[in-house]
């Protein structure tokens, strides 16, 4: 059985559909990612696997989750999934973490709200988990506050964040996108890794193919709402199916084409 | 831990000075003062700064360094219970009204807007004339009329707050909206609410002197600065002194919450701090 069943699920705000019926499935300890262009409906899906899509949406559909389904559960359910079987990386690394409260809180947060630990113990494994994410200097960094920390540690805090209680599922939206171009290599490198070592599943939101390709196995194009192609990175690459799909990699293709000095001089 | 944060705060240094004159008032009000502020001594109307009477003496002879220093129980007492009222009021309703479903929002909202629009002055006459005139109701009906504005103003900031990413991640991480509202709300509406807690102080002891003027606060012949200053006023060019004395001592007040206020708000603020801890 999948860990992770998307079946039919539709996004809509009034009359305007976000995300119109579309499915996919993830098993356990697979990888799946998500591409589309901004206003595809790829974060929607994201959020309303989370249960946090605003309460002016209407979702219809199916999205089961280690065999519970996930629309329609109370928010209190849901709550009990949130950062524990399910973590979540977001996008932008300053704004995700609250300004005036110190990392090391910030990171033994889900450990005390789902595992009952005292802040003591709690900030005990966010040091753990600062060594596993590779932070220079942990014991600094759970005393300091987000803006005292570069970018890449700031998503390396919250990857920590994410994966402090071991989640089932991670899914990481855009987690590069707001970082430097050197950096973003080390951020990948680090979720690689560490979703290969927890045996974890992974949805990966991005607008990047190449980003995507060295990611996933897996790969769901969105365009307006819905699953335009759902292949793996080889046939993909190599046979894409849709005409949207060709655009993506042919776009891909000549971002690559220019930086290698081939493109449009020769 | 006191001293760092002093370091550098002119505000906060400068403030601290100013409200602690101001309580310093208030403690020797208890313990001594040079006459009885209430006794009459027709010799001395209208005497000048002198040897017997410091900063001069009102029409009917009363000393004016007594009454400011017995004054200063009002006017701290009215601050005091003002914040109180206000930011309690205030501070709770914002925050339910930030958090409550789109539904019952709207309505809330026009409540608040209503009751701001509700002069302070009316809600004053009115309870005057249930409870009659006093400290007490000048004080409620300040605190009332300014905590639709704190409540206003909290739900505003509450609202953008529970906007941001980072409570957007905090819900990710499986956090209760009491958590959420304790662990991230309040500590980001702090510096929020600490201005306005200021602003609160000030604007409460402008009020009550205004109302007591109107014989709609702290009645004769308590002292009070605010109704110093309204009897003052038929001398103001044979006596300028008269209004000058109760003047400075309410500009001192005023001008030193709202600079602890704002000299507070640097030091809890990490992201202002000048070093690093």
Known sequence: MSLLEVNNLTIAFGNKKVVDSISFSLDKGARIGLIGESGSGKSMTSLAIMGLLPDTATVSGSITFEGQELIGLSDRDHSRLRGNRIGMVFQEPLTALNPLMRIGKQIAGPLMIHKGQSLKAGLENALELCIKVGLPDPDRILRAYPHQLSGGQRQRIGLAIALACDPALLIADEPTTALDVTVQQEVLNLINTLVQEERSSLVFVTHDLPVVAAMTENVAVMQLGKIVENASVATLFHAPAHEYSRRLISAARSAEDSFSGKGAHQ | ?277
Request: charged share 10%.
């Open chain 2, 1 to 277: 831990m006191i001293r760092k944060a002093m370091k550098g705060n002119v505000s906060l240094i400068a403030g601290s000075i100013m409200v602690s004159i101001t309580f310093a008032l208030l403690i020797l009000s208890f313990i001594w003062t040079p006459y009885d502020p209430l006794a009459v001594n027709a010799d001395d109307s209208f005497a000048g700064i002198s040897m017997r009477h410091i900063l001069g003496a009102d029409k009917i002879g009363r000393d004016i360094l007594s009454q400011i220093i017995v004054g200063s129980r009002v006017t701290l007492f009215v601050a005091a219970l003002a914040v109180t009222i206000a930011m309690t009021l205030g501070v709770s309703a914002g925050i339910i009204i930030a958090i409550a479903s789109r539904k019952y929002q709207s309505p809330m909202i026009y409540a608040v807007n209503i009751a701001l629009a509700f002069p302070a002055a009316l809600l004053a006459i009115i309870l005057a004339a249930i409870y009659g005139a006093s400290t007490i109701t000048a004080v409620a009906a300040i605190g009332l009329a300014t905590a639709a504005a704190v409540a206003q103003v909290t739900r505003r900031t509450a609202h953008g707050i529970l906007a941001s990413d980072y409570v957007l991640a905090a819900h990710a991480s499986g956090a209760s909206t009491w958590r959420i509202i304790r662990k991230h709300v309040m500590p980001n509406l702090r510096a929020s609410l600490l201005i306005q807690a200021s602003a609160v102080v000030s604007v409460s002891v402008l009020a009550e002197s205004s109302l007591s003027y109107l014989g709609l606060g702290t009645p004769p012949p308590a002292p009070s600065w605010g109704r110093m200053l309204a009897g003052s006023q038929q001398y103001l060019f044979v006596n300028p002194l008269l209004a000058i004395w109760p003047g400075i001592a309410i500009v001192i007040v005023v001008l030193g919450f709202n600079l602890v206020g704002d000299g507070v708000r640097e030091v809890f603020d990490p992201t202002l701090r000048r070093i690093d801890s």
